[in-house]
């Protein structure tokens, strides 16, 4: 899915989260937005997915821009927040069959399922109510019904702080790789730098509800690991500069 972001803008009263954002994701991409507290990244996440309505803009998802999301097209992407929310009392057995029910996929096969929760080590937990288990357990089993659905465009807020094992961000960059190469296209928040370098196609800074970098590969290939110049200092003169004119 190609999703072209115009002057995309989002306010609360006094407080503005989204400035006139311009950015287009590209299919078969992973893009990493990073930025400080307040930078306006989960709004983004949130408004690419439907939940907010933007204050101005506009979002064009292959080329149409919608009024709002019909179900057709909320089918084909989904977003995993930090927390994602569960039904009191569900497993993830209960989850995933609900999740995909919701997505028109229960017809995915068991063999493909039984190999998804056995990587993720949610086999285990198959009969645990999932308010009754880890942070990071819960959250494996919200990724593996986001795998299974196989949307095409993920949008995941701070996976990398979700609370997960190695095995558990290992399934994460396996799939979102494995997904992006059969075109799907992955977004995701973190406020980890090194992996914002390293697991991505392209970066994208968010300062102040603005784009205000949008890195190539080959752009952060070139740049210093540390010191004047790498992408630390570049965020650190951004906090230094201080707000932005509304």
Same mark, same amino acid.
């Given at each position: 899915?190609?999703?072209?972001?115009?002057?995309?803008?989002?306010?609360?009263?006094?407080?503005?989260?989204?400035?006139?954002?311009?950015?287009?994701?590209? @299919?078969?991409?992973?893009?990493?937005?990073?930025?400080?507290?307040?930078?306006?990244?989960?709004?983004?996440?949130?408004? &690419?997915?439907?939940?907010?309505?933007?204050?101005?803009? $506009?979002?064009?998802?292959?080329?149409?821009?919608?009024?709002?999301?019909?179900?057709? *097209?909320?089918?084909?992407?989904? +977003?995993?927040?930090? /927390? =994602?929310? /569960?039904? @009191?009392?569900?497993?993830?057995?209960?989850? +995933?069959?609900? $999740?995909?029910? &919701?997505?028109?996929?229960?017809?995915? %096969?068991?063999?493909?399922?039984?190999?998804?929760?056995?990587?993720?080590?949610?086999? @285990?937990?198959?009969?645990? @109510?999932? #308010?009754?288990?880890?942070?990071?357990?819960?959250?494996?089993?919200?990724?593996?019904? +986001?795998?299974?659905?196989?949307?095409?465009?993920?949008?995941?807020?701070?996976? /990398?702080?979700?609370?997960?094992? =190695?095995?558990?961000?290992?399934?994460?960059?396996?799939?979102?790789?494995?997904?992006?190469?059969?075109?799907? $296209?992955?977004?995701? $928040?973190?406020?980890? &730098?090194?992996?914002?370098?390293?697991?991505? %196609?392209? *970066?994208?800074?968010?300062?102040?509800?603005?784009?205000?970098?949008?890195?190539?590969?080959?752009? &952060?290939?070139?740049?210093?690991?540390?010191?004047? #110049?790498? +992408? #630390?200092?570049?965020?650190?003169?951004?906090?230094?500069?201080?707000?932005?004119? =509304?």
């Amino acid at each position: 899915m190609r999703i072209t972001i115009r002057d995309l803008r989002k306010r609360w009263s006094s407080t503005r989260a989204l400035a006139g954002v311009d950015l287009t994701l590209e @299919p078969g991409s992973i893009t990493a937005v990073i930025g400080l507290n307040g930078a306006g990244k989960s709004t983004l996440l949130r408004c &690419l997915a439907g939940i907010l309505a933007p204050s101005g803009g $506009t979002i064009a998802y292959d080329g149409e821009i919608l009024p709002g999301l019909d179900l057709g *097209l909320r089918r084909r992407l989904m +977003l995993l927040p930090d /927390f =994602p929310a /569960f039904v @009191p009392g569900h497993t993830p057995l209960d989850h +995933l069959a609900m $999740t995909l029910d &919701l997505y028109g996929r229960l017809g995915v %096969d068991d063999a493909r399922v039984m190999a998804v929760l056995r990587e993720l080590d949610l086999i @285990p937990l198959h009969r645990s @109510p999932l #308010g009754e288990v880890s942070r990071g357990q819960a959250y494996k089993a919200a990724l593996a019904a +986001l795998v299974l659905a196989d949307p095409e465009l993920w949008l995941l807020d701070e996976p /990398f702080a979700s609370g997960m094992d =190695p095995q558990g961000m290992l399934v994460l960059k396996e799939r979102a790789r494995a997904a992006a190469g059969a075109g799907s $296209t992955i977004v995701y $928040t973190t406020q980890i &730098l090194e992996i914002a370098e390293r697991f991505a %196609d392209r *970066l994208v800074v968010l300062d102040h509800g603005r784009v205000a970098m949008a890195l190539e590969r080959s752009d &952060l290939a070139a740049m210093p690991a540390e010191g004047a #110049g790498s +992408l #630390g200092d570049r965020l650190r003169a951004y906090r230094e500069q201080g707000p932005g004119t =509304p």
